[in-house]
């Protein structure tokens, strides 16, 4: 569960936290704290650009597609390039890969030991012009030291260490999952916009009745997901209600607070689909913000982060997330229990 803070309770930065978590070294809080910095500044700036984009002429079409075929927004753009800029001044990391580009960015001027970041700088972009809820999604690896320079995201030798993500909506949260826990932090815009929070942990509560998804994808899906959404809304005791943002981070960030599953089916011919979201700055990033918070996220089989990326960075895979009770509830149902 997550608390509120009370009057009186000292409120800490995401960087004050990664500096007390027991299982970072010294090296590896030296590159986070950076990072973790350039993600929140890259978070003020978009939270301003954001509550302020109808009067800038900001919340419509870019005018082209991104290498998924989706049409970009100039909020798109604008986010992937405030944060490849941040965290390329960091000099901490080493290369980012972004749902934007198509290619990873490199930055050559970093430390050879630098971190690697996976984004999608702005997530839910269909939101934006209807003033709904969007955020911003990472995932930041290690390196392994048997990688080629060339092959920096290549092969499965690397290793999540944190994922983040910020939602933009009614205030502006960064919840961020680091060394085994799910902390959430709130934009004070009248305190120069930094985030605090209690530095508590969180937990998916248990017992949640909310199921996310797009149902009119349903006749798609595989009929054991049909039968799951049909019995969830008529048998189960008690039964559940649908809540749909259409935008990931919003629909997590309610699931973590209030418990509440999210599906992302695979589509089409049952058992042959891929899902829309994609592996390495979507379903990585939450599904350790899940493990980190009591839950799990799978493809509908198997859990997300025992899945190894192929040579595409911009795989896609079915996305089923939320606290321990519900996934398992769910593959029980669907014949794949956990
Ligand atoms: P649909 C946004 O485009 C996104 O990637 C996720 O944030 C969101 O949950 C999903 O796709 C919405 O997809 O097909 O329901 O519009």
Redesign the pocket.
Known sequence: MHQEPKSGTRLKTPEEVILGTPGLSSDLRQKLVPIISALTRGGKIMASLISRGPLLGITGSAGKENIQG?EVQTLDRIGQDTFCQALGQTQKVRELLSEEEPLPTFFPESDPDGLLVAM?PL????NISVNASI?SIFAIFRRSRTQEPEDLFGGDRREILAGAYILYSASTSFVMAIDQKTYLFTMDPSFGGEFLGTGEPVFFPSGGKIY???E??APLWEQGIQDYITWVKTARQPVMTSR????????LHRNLLKGGI?L?PAEGVPGKGHG??RLLY?AYPMALICQFSGGIATDGVNPILSIKPGSDLHARVPLIAGPMDLVSEFHKRTGHPL
């Open positions: 989706e999608d997530d839910g972009s269909s955020g996310s998804t797009n009119s994808y749909y943002i259409g935008a990931l981070v919003g629909d999210y992302y829309k979201l979507e």
